[in-house]
């Protein structure tokens, strides 16, 4: 028997474990799903310790002498102070570091590329899909201005929805259940496709039921 | 002193670039029968400047095809280039076709630079006159980001206003999200069925907004299950989010009174795996059948599996994220969902704290302000379109240029 | 038989569950389960195809190459990598039967460095043994990866010789037949790209087919088809959008040119389960607000 | 001062990224952040994987429900860190890439790995449809806007969509299923989309500002 063989049964045994949680939890189940964790979770361990640590750390520092990596490498062992009860609050200062780099990168990232994009692609996407004069293009430029307009209002919090406020905004809910449900609708059809892909494996690469 | 060592460098420079003149096969490019196919082209002019916008080290080259390109057997652009202070010259790029401009990234911010273009066609090369003398230089703002930082700056300045005036003690209104109500009443539930709230804040790390958007609604969650004596689970997908949850969830405790109760254990690392902790969490939900699931910060495919999962053990679950593919499976599956923005704002809303609360009435002057760019920039495009208005051109160009993020 | 059985299981199960549904009774969720299961599982089995319907943004692409007169220039670009193939491959081959047997002109190029192993493929599977008359240089030719992006394109909008001084084989372009009366993009009568990143269909149509007024077509991964509706049909005669655009793309082939039927429709093919768990789907949301509505009138009635 | 600190790193740390997004030569501080960051992960890795070991360790020791499970978990986990850190079976032994054709490490990701995770992956499409089932009920006006708007794409997508429409005239193609369906994504469908986007964008604004000014730090834990 050679490993492809043994290996296409193992894919196959674990299959059907975690299909199986769909009838209830069970045995074969809890298997499939501890060896996944413990699989999984050494994966990722050697993963980042060949990627970060030795590659960017230890290659950075010492074989290229990017010495502005240590003060990452220093954050870093800071944080394993967590392990001594008396000085564990020291990993608080990474955890300090991390969030601010967070905040700071992230606000100017979906400022200029949620905020800003959004609003010039709302002008400049409009006269791409409807920038002619008739009926169609006016319904849909104005169908545009008022979903996004509505929905903005849905979003604004300092002032109570009521009265004709209440009504503008009750219209945005609408425009957003109509992007909800046309975004599941979109995404059925490939999520069909992953199930397509496991059944076909089960039944053409194991069982050799389908030629 | 200074004068002679500036006549230096300029003798240097004429004679370097005599020299490289001299050593390429080439005519003068002002000697018409000379070019390559006999036709009357004028000469190539090029300019030379510091590359915009950028960190130093960098020289754009610019020049003019008199129409050289159209010429059979016309091969590129070669960029040829001088250091007038050492006299050394070198060739830096050969351009393709219908290149006019060359970043040359190879100089140093301490030395000065002319540049020539040659014209190659059929292996003879028509030069250029040499550029002015450059030197790349760095810039200390990126000229382009100019609306980024007036509108962010008006932005943020409406945030910060309001946090200082809510401090003074000007009342706020605000009004309600139905998603956060349900929190206490989810929590108060878990309790009285004596079953633990299993709390997943995303399966992203700690350098998404989303995750720690997650956290600070953990704060307040926390508080209320110290109060109550509730137990809480919380797997999670990234270590630094344990490290992190952990300290949230202690200091719950502590300002609930209650530092006793609190253990490590309430966190738990399962694996990085996205589907691997997913199999999990669902592993949890079904064993230890939680009363109440919260589900908030960044999720991808899995949110449907876990929601449903949770659905069909009966938990009150609430859910929020900011990712828009993801809202729909949250928004079917669960009893409540913040919704994007909502998700931001909880955790002020949460706290009821003034200065906190301000925060979000700042983040509302954002929204009306997008409110009116986009009104006034699709009913300006459609007058201008429709009837050529010059005026609503204008506008239109202005906010393209006022949005525009490179 | 196959389908017969199925249509059986199928449909008499759907009939079950919304007797159920409509007595008050719970269905239970496994019951959903097990019958998208067993649907998917038939489905292959069976190897079941149903006869797609081209949509109209699929259709208008199909009739510009069935209505250009013979002897048409078509270009035909690879802008896509091998994770991507699954889905579009099958309508790059759709493309090169469809132009080859209406005898169109056609020009492979591939903005796409890994587009370009993938373009071999087509050549050495689908058209050489297909289509063994036809000549390199007279019918089809190969202009191969060329690096820039749309630039690229922009370059061959005004001189294709500028960028491809030679085809991928290295014949200069004007050893070709085919590039007699060729000077630039304008001269071509459809532009199409398969891809489904960047640069991908987009481009064609900004840097390409807007520009140049050339008639400007696409196939797209699924997941980027929503980013490209806004263009049709202005500046998109029509799209292909993942496997289901692609299988709508070989139905209308097979129907029209019935000599295709035997050449494997792979998008046919995938889309036959997809297409069942679909209307599975679409019943369900019947059968779920059929027995809500009888149970809402019967509370009304109590 | 053991919260002092830590929020002094936050504003400045976080402030200097904000202002290097303008400065051009200050734009490598964002790569360095995220190296940074990346150390950072793996050291915390540590605590993560010793929790992982001793939350299961504890279980085996004290017998408890279901202990047979975390030997499995113990066993998987520490099998892959001995393949992965020594490159068991690597044909270009410890300097080979680790995902190299024919190492323990690749075996163990292709036949063990793989399937585990795209067939959870794969049950999102049951899922799917019992969501369809039971949540897609004509409750109110946004549940039915939700559900005519689901099944008009799920329709656009199918054969049905065109068989059903093909009457309609082409002067009012727009109603046919499949150009609704095409319509619905152009034009409400982006709108909202745009909403819920800028909306976001402003609320991690806000929330950003509130943790560089230290009004929202729960996540620093207390005094103690």
């Given amino acids: 028997m050679d490993s492809a063989i043994i290996g296409t049964w193992l894919a196959a045994l674990l299959t059907l474990g975690i299909m199986s949680f769909l009838y209830k939890d069970n045995l074969y189940y809890k298997i499939c799903e501890a060896i996944f964790i413990g699989i999984s979770a050494g994966l990722w361990f050697i993963t980042y310790f060949w990627d970060s640590l030795y590659r960017i750390a230890w290659i950075g520092v010492v074989h290229e002498g990017r010495y502005v990596l240590l003060g990452g490498v220093v954050l870093g062992v800071m944080m394993l102070m967590r392990l001594f009860g008396k000085i564990g609050w020291i990993a608080r200062w990474p955890l300090a570091f991390i969030v601010g780099a967070t905040a700071g990168l992230k606000m100017m990232v979906y400022f200029t590329t949620n905020a800003m994009a959004q609003i010039h692609g709302t002008v400049n996407d409009t006269m791409a899909a409807f920038g002619g004069s008739g009926l169609y293009d006016v319904v849909g430029r104005i169908v545009i201005l008022i979903g996004t307009v509505t929905g903005l209002v849905y979003f604004y919090f300092s002032k109570e929805h009521k009265g004709l406020f209440g009504g503008v905004a009750k219209v945005g809910t609408w425009f957003l259940m109509i992007t909800f449900g046309a975004s599941f609708g979109y995404t059925v059809m490939s999520r069909m496709s992953l199930l397509l892909g496991r059944i076909d494996f089960l039944l053409t690469d194991w069982l050799k039921l389908v030629k | ?406 | 038989m196959g389908l017969i059985i199925s249509a059986v299981v199928i449909g008499g199960g759907l009939l079950w569950i919304l007797y159920l549904s409509i007595k008050g009774q719970d269905v239970d969720r496994r019951i959903v389960y097990l019958f998208v299961g067993a649907t998917v599982a038939l489905a292959i089995i069976f190897r079941l195809e149903f006869g797609e319907v081209a949509t109209p943004i699929v259709k208008s692409v199909f009739d510009k190459i069935e209505n250009l007169p013979a002897g048409s220039k078509i270009v035909l670009s690879y802008d896509f990598d091998p994770a991507m193939a699954p889905e579009v491959n099958p309508m790059a081959n759709a493309f090169i039967r469809h132009i080859l047997e209406k005898k169109h002109r056609l020009f492979f190029m591939s903005l796409w460095a890994t587009g370009q192993s993938l373009l071999s493929v087509s050549l050495n599977d689908v058209l050489k043994p297909e289509f063994p008359d036809a000549k390199y240089g007279v019918d089809y030719c190969n202009l191969g990866y060329k690096a820039g992006n749309e630039g690229v394109l922009n370059v061959v909008i005004t001189n294709f010789r500028k960028m491809f001084p030679s085809d991928a084989n290295g014949n200069s372009l004007d050893s070709l037949p085919m590039f007699k009366d060729v000077e630039s993009l304008k001269d071509m009568d459809l532009l199409i790209s398969v891809g489904g990143g960047k640069p991908g269909v987009k481009e064609w149509v900004l840097f390409a087919g807007d520009p140049g007024k050339i008639a400007t077509a696409g196939g797209s991964a699924a997941v980027s088809t929503p980013l490209l509706y806004p263009y049709w049909p202005r500046q998109l005669i029509g799209l292909l959008g993942g496997t289901k655009g692609a299988a709508e793309y070989e139905a209308e082939l097979i129907k029209t040119h019935p000599r295709f039927k035997d050449k494997g429709m792979p998008a046919l093919r995938m889309m036959g389960p997809q297409t069942m768990a679909h209307v599975v789907i679409i019943a369900f949301i019947v059968i779920g607000n059929v027995a809500y509505f009888r149970s809402r009138r019967k509370g009304k009635q109590s | 001062m053991k919260r002092q600190i830590p929020m002094l790193i936050l504003s400045a740390v976080g402030t200097l990224l904000v202002v290097s997004v303008f400065i051009p030569s200050a734009r490598h501080w964002q790569e360095d952040a995220s190296l940074y960051f990346d150390i950072i992960a793996v050291f915390a890795f540590f605590l993560g994987g010793g929790n992982l070991i001793r939350v299961h360790t504890e279980k085996v020791n004290r017998k408890s429900t279901g202990w047979i499970y975390s030997v499995v978990t113990l066993l998987g986990f520490g099998i892959m860190l001995v393949t992965g850190l020594f490159k068991i079976g690597n044909p270009n032994g410890i300097a080979g890439d680790l995902s190299q054709t024919g190492s323990y490490f690749q075996l163990l990701f292709q036949y063990v790995m793989s399937p585990l995770n795209s067939t959870m992956y794969a049950l999102l499409a049951f899922y799917v449809a019992s969501a369809s089932y039971r949540a897609f009920r004509a409750k109110n006006t946004e549940a039915t806007i939700l559900l005519v708007a689901a099944f008009v794409i799920l329709l656009g997508r199918t054969a049905l969509g065109v068989l059903l429409t093909n009457w309609i005239p082409a002067q009012l193609s727009v109603l046919q299923i499949p150009n609704l369906a095409i319509w619905i994504m152009n034009a409400p469908n982006l709108a909202g989309q745009r909403a819920i986007m800028i909306g976001i964008s402003l609320g991690v604004i806000s929330m950003s500002l509130r943790l560089l000014l230290g009004i929202e730090r729960s996540y620093l834990g207390g005094d103690n």
């Fill in chain 2, 1 to 406: 002193m200074l004068a002679l060592l500036r006549i230096a460098k300029l003798v240097v420079f004429i004679s370097s670039s005599l020299f490289v003149i001299s050593l390429l096969p080439t005519h003068s490019v002002h000697s018409q029968d000379a070019s390559p196919s006999g036709s009357n082209l004028g000469p190539i002019t090029v300019r030379a400047h510091d590359t915009d916008n950028d960190a130093g080290g960098s020289v754009t080259v610019e020049w003019d095809d008199p129409g050289y390109e159209k010429m059979s057997g016309f091969a590129g652009f070669l960029i040829w280039r001088t250091n007038t202070l050492t006299g050394t010259s070198d060739s830096v790029e050969v351009t393709p076709f219908g290149t006019h401009s060359y970043d040359d990234r190879s100089v140093s911010d301490d030395s000065t630079y002319s540049y020539l273009v040659a014209a190659l066609v059929n292996s003879e090369r028509v030069m250029s006159a040499p550029s002015m003398q450059v030197r790349s230089a760095k810039q200390w703002f990126d000229s382009r980001l100019t609306w980024v930082l007036i509108l962010g700056l008006i932005i943020c300045g409406a945030v910060i206003y309001f946090i200082e005036s809510a401090k003074r003690g000007t009342k706020l209104f605000l009004r309600r999200i139905a998603g956060l109500e349900a929190i206490d009443e989810a929590v108060g539930r878990a309790t009285e069925m004596g079953r633990p709230i299993l709390f997943v804040a995303g399966i992203q790390d700690m350098d998404d907004v989303q995750t720690i958007a997650g956290l600070t609604i953990l704060g307040s969650i926390a508080r209320t299950v110290a109060e109550y004596d509730t137990k809480i689970n919380m797997p999670v997908r990234a270590s630094l989010v344990m490290t992190a949850a952990r300290e949230t969830i202690k200091h719950a405790y502590v300002t609930a009174g209650r530092p006793d109760a609190y253990n490590d254990d309430m966190v738990h690392y399962v694996t990085d795996e996205q589907f691997g902790f997913v199999a999990a969490v669902d592993g949890i939900m079904v064993r230890e059948r939680p009363a109440a699931c919260f589900f908030l910060g960044a999720f991808f495919a899995e949110s449907l599996i876990m929601a449903e999962t949770g659905n069909s053990i009966g938990a009150i679950q609430v859910a929020g994220t900011a990712m828009p593919a993801q809202l729909p499976f949250f928004v079917a599956a669960c009893d409540y969902t913040l919704i994007g923005e909502e998700l931001f704002a909880a955790s002020a809303y949460l706290s009821g704290e003034p200065r906190q609360l301000g925060s979000l009435k700042g983040a509302d002057v954002g929204k009306a302000i997008a409110m009116i760019v986009i009104l006034v920039g699709v009913i300006a495009t459609t007058i201008a379109s429709a009837w050529n208005s010059e005026s609503m051109l204008w506008i239109e160009n202005l906010l393209r240029k006022m949005f525009s993020t490179g």
